[in-house]
Every structure is written in C-alpha cells, then in structure tokens.
C-alpha cells in the first residue's frame, strides 16, 4: 500500500512570509497527527486530528500556526508569518485507530524541511 | 509531564552488537516503539514492546524493558553499515484519553567497516 505522502520535500523561505505544507495519509486512516523536529531534537506533537476533528492542539502556536483536514482525509499546515525558529522538519503521520483512543502503529511520511532565513 | 531520554552518540564496528538504551518517566506508558531515522527520510517503526513483557525479540533486534527502573533497550546484533541511522525511543501517552507519542532526543549510531 502507498505510504504517507508529504509536500513539498523542501522549501526555504524569509522571516514573515508565509508557508503551506500537505500530507495524504494512508487510505483509510482515521488519525492524523503534524510533528516537528528541530535539527538534534525528537518529533513533537503539534495536531492530532480524528476524522476531521482536532483532538489534541496543545502544543500548536496558535499565533501563527493553523492546521485543518478537511473531508477527514488529506490536511494542510500553515505557518503565518514564520519566524527563524519555526526552521524544523514538519513530519506528518497517520493511523488506522477509527477512535484514537487505542496506542495503534503511526506511520510516517517523509517530511518537509522547512528553512527560515 | 512526560520525558523520553537517550544517550545521544553510539559507535560500534560492523558485525558488533549496538545496545541503545532509553528511560522514560510516565508509569501509566502501556506501549514502547523504538523508531529508526535515515538521512532525509521519516521514522521507520522497528519494533514495540508492552509495558507487561520484559523482553521481546524480532530476528536481530532484542528489545529489553525494566518497568521497576523505567529503562528500555534496543539491541541490535550482527550490526551492519546500513544499521547507522538515528533511533528514537518513544512512549505511549494515554493520559488524555486520546492515544500520542512522546519522543526522546534520539541516539545517532554510527556504523564502521
């Protein structure tokens, strides 16, 4: 089966401007989730979503980031304005669980890497 | 709240065995994955251990698990160069009610000839 698809692989940017990432997760998985990872660092949880609903955003900054699924299948990532230290991989995941209360296997996509300048 | 640590460097000779150690703080984790990170690429998931076994064993990987101590391990035998890679240990949080993963800092293993 096709894996978690990411886009685009890279995109480099200024300070203030805006940035968009996408993830297709894999058919007919229910949970998706958006990470970062600062260079040396683990993933980190930004959004979770179930279907098209958010179910975990504690650690987004909502200032300037903002995520949506919408239809329950594909989800978009938007940093607005970005700052230096939003320079990270945004690596987004997904999972078969239909009830996200159930520690299923995440799957990973490849990530996009993200340079502010 | 939750954390994940890891040694941060490994080296070992190929055909070595590699032990990746790992402790975690939450006493509620019901799961544990090591997860491998190529160059460039996302995490891999090798392997998942629950929290009421101690060991478990997939071909070349042995996972041990001291749930008294918090400590988990990986341990890769026969290690080979394509074994080098970074290799997160993480915990399932369930505490919200809504399954996640807390990731550790991750330990870059080295591979030599």
């Known amino acids: 089966e096709a894996g978690v698809a990411q886009s685009p692989r890279y995109k480099i940017i200024e300070k203030r401007q805006s940035v968009a990432f996408w993830c297709n997760p894999i058919?007919?998985?229910?949970?998706l989730y958006w990470y970062q990872q600062i260079l040396g660092q683990g993933p980190k949880l930004l959004i979770q979503?179930?279907?098209?609903?958010?179910?975990?955003d504690s650690q987004l900054p909502k200032d300037r980031f903002s995520a949506e699924r919408l239809k329950g299948v594909d989800s978009t990532l938007k940093i607005q304005p970005a700052k230096l230290e939003d320079s990270a991989v945004y690596l987004c995941?997904?999972?078969?669980?239909?009830?996200?209360?159930?520690?299923?296997?995440?799957?990973f996509g490849p990530g996009t890497r993200l340079l502010v300048l | 709240g939750e954390d994940v640590e890891q040694s941060l460097f490994l080296s070992v000779r190929e055909g070595d065995s590699s032990v990746i150690n790992c402790t975690y703080t939450?006493?509620?984790?019901?799961?544990l994955y090591w997860y491998k990170q190529e160059p460039g690429a996302g995490l891999q998931l090798l392997t998942y251990?629950?929290?009421?076994?101690d060991m478990k064993q997939d071909q070349r990987l042995t996972v041990l698990l001291n749930k008294k101590d918090k400590h988990l391990s990986l341990r890769i035998a026969d290690t080979q160069t394509g074994d080098s890679a970074i290799y997160f240990c993480?915990?399932?949080?369930?505490?919200?009610?809504?399954?996640?993963?807390?990731f550790g800092t991750g330990t870059r293993l080295l591979v030599s000839p």
């Open positions: 251990i629950f929290s009421n076994m």
């Open positions: 939450d006493s509620s984790s019901t799961y």
């Open positions: 979503f179930q279907n098209n609903g958010v179910v975990d």
């Open positions: 993480a915990e399932g949080d369930m505490n919200t009610g809504f399954q996640k993963l807390v």
């Open positions: 058919s007919g998985h229910a949970t």
């Open positions: 995941a997904s999972s078969l669980d239909r009830e996200a209360r159930r520690l299923e296997t995440q799957y």
